[in-house]
């Protein structure tokens, strides 16, 4: 089976502009969420996507904003980009995303906001 | 509040023992996930706690204590390549969301 896969890998935006960021799950995987990495903050929840309906949303401002289609494939948008945004975009699928249900990560997506 | 404490960092010796705690307050608790993550790579799932107890799995074992909100990943016979950050998450159980601590940073030294 293939992994989880992001795209595009790395990407630098100017502040003020919109970026939207792509994950295909697993092929099954009907669970996909985002999650926000940098340095000394560990993996910061944004939300997750559950057969098309967002399930579970963290605490991040309305500038991010996600999707996910019918194939389960999710993107990821974040507008007005901000310097502090500059970080790694995790996405993860499970097949539930309850119980025992792990979460498999891809590669990230580093973003550089300057 | 939801809380999750891992140490930072820890250095161990190639072969030695070591064990990462990873304390938590969280409200509501289901489940705890421990995951390995090599610096640059995608974390990796290593264990999953509901119970209490120790869950052993070749050189890493994971214990949970739900009534102290304590777990720790104990890793034996060490090797270089577990240097790596070692993420302790909290599942909460109205709606599975996992909550991350900030992760142990695992050095190991010849």
């Known amino acids: 089976k293939a992994g989880v896969t992001q795209t595009p890998r790395y990407l630098i935006k100017t502040r003020g502009q919109q970026v939207t960021l792509s994950c295909s799950p697993i092929s099954g995987h009907r669970s996909v969420s985002w999650y926000q990495q940098t340095p000394g903050q560990g993996l910061q929840f944004l939300f997750e996507y559950f057969s098309e309906t967002q399930r579970n949303k963290g605490n991040f401002p309305g500038r991010f904003s996600g999707r996910q289609f019918s194939n389960s494939r999710s993107e990821m948008n974040v507008s007005t980009l901000e310097l502090g945004d500059s970080a790694l975009y995790l996405c993860?699928?499970?097949?539930?995303?309850?119980?025992?249900?792990?979460?498999?990560f891809g590669p990230g997506t580093r973003l550089t906001v300057t | 509040g939801q809380n999750i404490d891992q140490p930072t960092e820890m250095t161990a010796t190639e072969g030695a023992i070591v064990q990462i705690n990873c304390t938590y307050q969280?409200?509501?608790?289901?489940?705890l996930f421990w995951y390995q993550q090599h610096a640059g790579e995608a974390p990796t799932f290593l264990s999953y706690?509901?119970l209490d107890g120790l869950e052993e799995k070749g050189r890493f074992s994971s214990f949970l204590s739900r009534s102290k909100g304590y777990s720790y990943l104990l890793l034996k016979e060490l090797q270089m390549k577990d240097s790596a950050s070692y993420l302790c998450?909290?599942?909460?159980?109205?709606?599975?969301?996992?909550?991350w601590g900030a992760g142990t940073k695992l050095i190991i030294k010849p």
């Open positions: 706690n509901v």
């Open positions: 969280t409200s509501g608790f289901n489940g």
């Open positions: 993860a699928s499970s097949t539930a995303g309850t119980g025992k249900s792990e979460q498999y």
């Open positions: 998450a909290v599942q909460k159980d109205s709606n599975y969301q996992l909550i």
